[in-house]
């Protein structure tokens, strides 16, 4: 087990998992289970998912809404901060608290535990629950799960998650309280902290909440079916187009344990073969089919299969692939694999190697995988040692071993016996018939040869033509987050924020004040749409010399607009930083545009393409500019003034950052020059309410109704970011209403969203929105509830003292334990900075929600929800 991960067992069984490289800020507290859909006897379909909607809904000690309302006052967020999910050989519970925070680690392991061990159904709960699962079922359509369609002509075909309509309506109280209480097993579960927790603490805790679970009895529950022992041979695997046609060929073996070197090197012999076939097929196959795949896969927990899947051409027929396929299994058996071969797709294994990194998910994944199966979690570093060992072991011999012992074993073969492809002829008897004689089919030997320039050699750094910069010392450095984030201010005005996260990508974004808004609106369509060709060229890089250096490298460049705010990024690998940020340089001073013929060459591509496109949403004319000889010159200019506004601009790099990154930054953002033209058209935006509330009906694609109430006010004063954190506490507020009214007491709505929004520019104002979704037959009905019993009193009630701390909590939540989730820095923080002119650390957030009081809250509650003006937009099912 890799020396980060601590494993630890309880007396009564129970095992748990210490992980505490996490997300930063945050700490996942999860209990998997190997119970899944495939578990279930064909009288209990649906159960697995059913059991996992149900655990939200009330067990001995939080009855009812009692779990719901002790995770919101953690401040956790539906979807979010706790969820699960159930497929086909596990379900998953987690939930995501603040690190080490011991209290919500106590509580979040409380919850857990009842969820596991002490479920108490309610009967009018589960036929309530039933509804939204049978709505679930209704909205997936037909499945396309591949797990489903390779147990054809098993017992479980035709076996999904979700269940039936009928089986999910005819579930008992009882019926699922005895899958639960026969899977819910200490030996089907594991306990996964997965960030900083202290680690004395955490297995105190786990210790003193778990201990008293009693030990499994002898009753062992369900088991997944053995699919390993008879032969399939099914034509009901029904495409889903006419391009879509595929014959399967699945060999069905016990999975291997991947718990020590000789299996980990069968492992890779396992993959290796999959691979030379594939690409042994494409090359026999060309014509027939359009795409060629075989991998290591799984059908069931218990099971593993060699997994051929061959995708037809227009042209190609079943038979005329299956026998192509058994000529080349033909080919492999009778002569074997060249050591060139195997060498090759060894490379490739090994540069796939050379690229990966860790994410978070493959963490959790390894994990999973672990308790599952029993293969031992191994990080990229230790797999691409242990793969290169084993590599420089192999020979032609291993995998002749395991080919002769793959066709020996049963198989699934799946095809489509509705598809014009296939004929009477293409039966049972045929297809085992074939596989049986290889021996006598007539074969050459396979002449490998080495594609040129297929295996990628490591990319190397390439000079940058550009003069010599002189380094121009930040004036202002702050350390923010314990020095993870970095300030650096320069005297031309430029604000550069350091992220050094370690990545192997890195990142190197300006993010710009002033967007489309700002642009004059006869302009703001062609802008938008050349912003990327106008920076293709640069220094002494012409567009195609630009794009071989960048090539070279990997280094990728995005410009982009919204209404607000504009961005310009250049990313690529970390080891390459230097020459992105000298590329980012010249792309900032030194902008090759082109000329006038060539731009109109490019919106005239533009215009036609819509108009064939149909799409009247966004019209680009170049007609309306005919005789516009200074549209090219407008254009260029916006995009100069937009790129040297620096002081209206913040500048983020984020990766595995060099310990001369400083000095970089110096050299080639402290020496750009800053533009201090206020060019740019400016519109008024006139935010003052109408003399009565609003109501818009729009069309859409889908067939559900959506309702969204939007508020807006403008604001005198200056708003700041205590302002935005009162608004979102608000909006928090709003929506957990509306979900406890709409959804919970009347059951009405099937989803719902939220969400606020500072502008301070051009004028200062405040935004918010509250929506869901329901059926047509319910809409009028939601009006009058969200009038009477949603808007009104949020508009004038009094919070209470939970009100407040469930708000401040999600605020916490949003803001301090996900502050390094996702694009939340590079995006939403910055584009704060924007607005109020300071970079807050998560510390500093964490003490302005803290002050935060209930008169602050409940006064922007009372402002923003004037429901006598509003915009209510219904958006309505076409036809």
């Known amino acids: 087990?890799?020396?980060?991960?601590?494993?630890?067992?309880?007396?009564?069984?129970?095992?748990?998992?210490?992980?505490?490289?996490?997300?930063?800020?945050?700490?996942?507290?999860?209990?998997?289970?190997?119970?899944?859909?495939?578990?279930?006897?064909?009288?209990?379909?649906?159960?697995?998912?059913?059991?996992?909607?149900?655990?939200?809904?009330?067990?001995?000690?939080?009855?009812?809404?009692?779990?719901?309302?002790?995770?919101?006052?953690?401040?956790?967020?539906?979807?979010?901060?706790?969820?699960?999910?159930?497929?086909?050989?596990?379900?998953?519970?987690?939930?995501?608290?603040?690190?080490?925070?011991?209290?919500?680690?106590?509580?979040?392991?409380?919850?857990?535990?009842?969820?596991?061990?002490?479920?108490?159904?309610?009967?009018?709960?589960l036929e309530n629950e039933k509804k939204v699962i049978v709505e679930e079922i209704n909205r997936s359509g037909k499945s396309t799960?591949?797990?489903?369609?390779?147990?054809?002509?098993?017992?479980?075909?035709?076996?999904?998650?979700?269940?039936?309509?009928?089986?999910?309506?005819?579930?008992?109280?009882?019926?699922?309280y005895r899958f639960y209480k026969d899977n819910y097993r200490?030996?089907?579960?594991?306990?996964?902290?997965?960030?900083?927790?202290?680690?004395?603490?955490?297995?105190?805790?786990?210790?003193?909440?778990?201990?008293?679970?009693?030990?499994?009895?002898?009753?062992?529950?369900?088991?997944?079916?053995?699919?390993?022992?008879?032969?399939?041979?099914?034509?009901?695997?029904?495409?889903?187009?006419?391009?879509?046609?595929?014959?399967?060929?699945?060999?069905?073996?016990?999975?291997?344990?991947?718990?020590?070197?000789?299996?980990?090197?069968?492992?890779?012999?396992?993959?290796?073969?999959?691979?030379?076939?594939?690409?042994?097929?494409?090359?026999?196959?060309?014509?027939?089919?359009?795409?060629?795949?075989?991998?290591?896969?799984?059908?069931?927990?218990?099971?593993?299969?060699?997994?051929?899947?061959?995708?037809?051409?227009?042209?190609?027929?079943?038979?005329?692939?299956f026998d192509q396929f058994c000529q080349v299994l033909a080919q492999a058996k009778q002569h074997g694999f060249s050591q060139d071969e195997i060498n090759y797709c060894g490379e490739l294994r090994m540069e796939y190697f050379n690229r990966a990194r860790r994410s978070n998910s493959q963490v959790i994944g390894s994990m999973h995988n672990f308790i599952k199966t029993g293969d031992i979690p191994i990080d990229i570093e230790q797999r691409e040692e242990l793969t290169q060992r084993a590599i420089q072991e192999l020979t032609p011999a291993d995998f002749s071993k395991t080919l002769e012992r793959m066709l020996d074993l049963n198989k699934t073969i799946l095809f489509d016996s509705t598809a014009a492809a296939w004929s009477p002829e293409f039966n049972k008897a045929y297809i085992l018939g074939s596989l049986n004689k290889l021996d006598r089919i007539?074969?050459?030997?396979?002449?490998?040869?080495?594609?040129?320039?297929?295996?990628?050699?490591?990319?190397?750094?390439?000079?940058?033509?550009?003069?010599?910069?002189?380094?121009?010392?930040?004036?202002?450095?702050?350390?923010?987050?314990?020095?993870?984030?970095?300030?650096?201010?320069?005297?031309?005005?430029?604000?550069?924020?350091?992220?050094?996260?370690?990545?192997e990508n890195a990142q190197i974004k300006l993010l710009g004040k002033d967007g489309l808004k700002f642009v004059p609106e006869t302009d703001r369509d062609y802008l938008d749409q050349t912003f990327g060709m106008l920076n293709s060229a640069y220094g002494k890089?012409?567009?195609?010399?630009?794009?071989?250096?960048?090539?070279?490298m990997k280094i990728f460049k995005k410009v982009s607009f919204d209404d607000q705010n504009f961005e310009l990024n250049v990313s690529g690998k970390s080891e390459f930083l230097e020459q992105m940020v000298q590329v980012f340089n010249l792309m900032l001073t030194e902008t090759h545009y082109p000329n006038d013929e060539k731009v109109w060459e490019f919106l005239e591509k533009v215009n036609r393409r819509k108009r064939s496109e149909k799409d009247a949403t966004k019209p680009v004319e170049a007609a309306d500019s005919v005789g516009d000889d200074q549209l090219v010159r407008r254009l260029c200019q916006y995009d100069r003034l937009l790129k040297e506004n620096l002081r209206n601009s913040v500048i983020f790099f984020d990766g595995d950052l060099p310990e001369n990154i400083e000095e970089l930054v110096s050299k080639y953002v402290g020496t750009l020059v800053s533009s201090t033209s206020q060019s740019l058209v400016k519109e008024e935006i006139n935010l003052e309410p109408t003399d009565s509330a609003r109501n818009k009906v729009e069309s859409w694609k889908r067939d559900l109704a959506k309702v969204e109430y939007v508020f807006t006010k403008a604001d005198k004063q200056s708003l700041t970011m205590r302002d935005e954190l009162i608004l979102q506490g608000a909006v928090e507020h709003a929506h957990l209403r509306m979900i406890k009214i709409l959804r919970e007491k009347y059951g009405l709505v099937y989803a719902t969203g939220k969400r606020s929004g500072i502008s301070v520019d051009p004028v200062d104002s405040r935004m918010l929105r509250l929506a869901y979704m329901t059926d047509t037959t319910n809409v009028e009905r939601t009006y009058e509830i969200m009038a009477d019993e949603v808007l009104e009193p949020l508009s004038r009630d009094e919070l209470t003292d939970t009100d407040v701390l469930k708000m401040k909590a999600m605020l916490r939540s949003l803001y301090v334990m996900s502050f390094y989730e996702g694009k939340r820095i590079s995006d939403g923080w910055l584009k704060s900075y924007l607005k109020y002119g300071k970079l807050y650390s998560p510390s500093e957030l964490d003490v302005?929600?803290?002050?935060?009081?209930?008169?602050?809250?409940?006064?922007?509650?009372?402002?923003?929800?004037?429901f006598e003006y509003y915009l209510r937009t219904t958006y309505w099912p076409e036809g």
């Not at 799960?145 to 579930?171: D, F, I, M, Q, Y």
Request: charged share 25%; net charge negative.
């Open 186 to 321: 200490l030996e089907n579960l594991a306990l996964i902290v997965y960030g900083k927790m202290d680690q004395k603490f955490a297995k105190k805790t786990i210790k003193k909440l778990f201990e008293d679970v009693p030990a499994d009895s002898g009753n062992t529950g369900n088991h997944y079916i053995d699919v390993n022992s008879e032969t399939v041979v099914s034509g009901k695997a029904l495409s889903s187009n006419e391009k879509d046609v595929t014959l399967a060929v699945l060999f069905k073996i016990k999975p291997l344990v991947v718990n020590s070197f000789p299996a980990f090197k069968q492992d890779l012999i396992d993959g290796l073969l999959c691979d030379m076939m594939e690409r042994r097929l494409e090359k026999s196959l060309i014509g027939w089919i359009s795409q060629a795949s075989a991998n290591i896969g799984s059908m069931i927990t218990g099971n593993s299969i060699y997994n051929f899947r061959m995708k037809l051409a227009t042209e190609g027929d079943y038979t005329t692939v």
């Open 541 to 552: 890089y012409d567009e195609k010399q630009a794009r071989s250096l960048e090539r070279s």
């Open 145 to 176: 799960v591949p797990g489903v369609v390779n147990l054809l002509g098993t017992s479980l075909e035709g076996h999904e998650v979700l269940g039936t309509k009928e089986s999910v309506r005819s579930a008992t109280s009882e019926g699922l």
């Open 1 to 125: 087990m890799p020396s980060n991960i601590t494993v630890g067992k309880l007396n009564n069984g129970m095992t748990y998992f210490l992980v505490p490289e996490g997300e930063p800020g945050k700490v996942e507290v999860q209990i998997y289970t190997k119970v899944g859909a495939f578990m279930e006897r064909p009288d209990q379909h649906g159960y697995a998912h059913m059991i996992e909607h149900m655990l939200f809904q009330g067990s001995e000690h939080y009855p009812k809404g009692a779990c719901l309302e002790e995770m919101e006052t953690m401040g956790m967020r539906m979807g979010l901060d706790y969820n699960a999910h159930t497929n086909n050989t596990d379900t998953d519970y987690f939930l995501t608290i603040p690190e080490n925070d011991k209290d919500y680690f106590r509580r979040s392991l409380s919850i857990l535990k009842d969820w596991m061990f002490y479920l108490e159904l309610d009967d009018e709960e």
């Open 442 to 503: 007539a074969t050459e030997p396979y002449v490998f040869e080495r594609p040129r320039g297929a295996v990628m050699s490591e990319l190397e750094p390439v000079a940058v033509e550009i003069e010599e910069k002189p380094v121009v010392p930040a004036k202002k450095k702050l350390q923010l987050d314990g020095g993870q984030l970095v300030e650096l201010t320069y005297p031309n005005g430029a604000t550069v924020v350091l992220r050094q996260s370690h990545h």
């Open 848 to 866: 302005m929600i803290k002050k935060l009081s209930k008169k602050e809250l409940e006064s922007c509650l009372h402002q923003m929800i004037d």
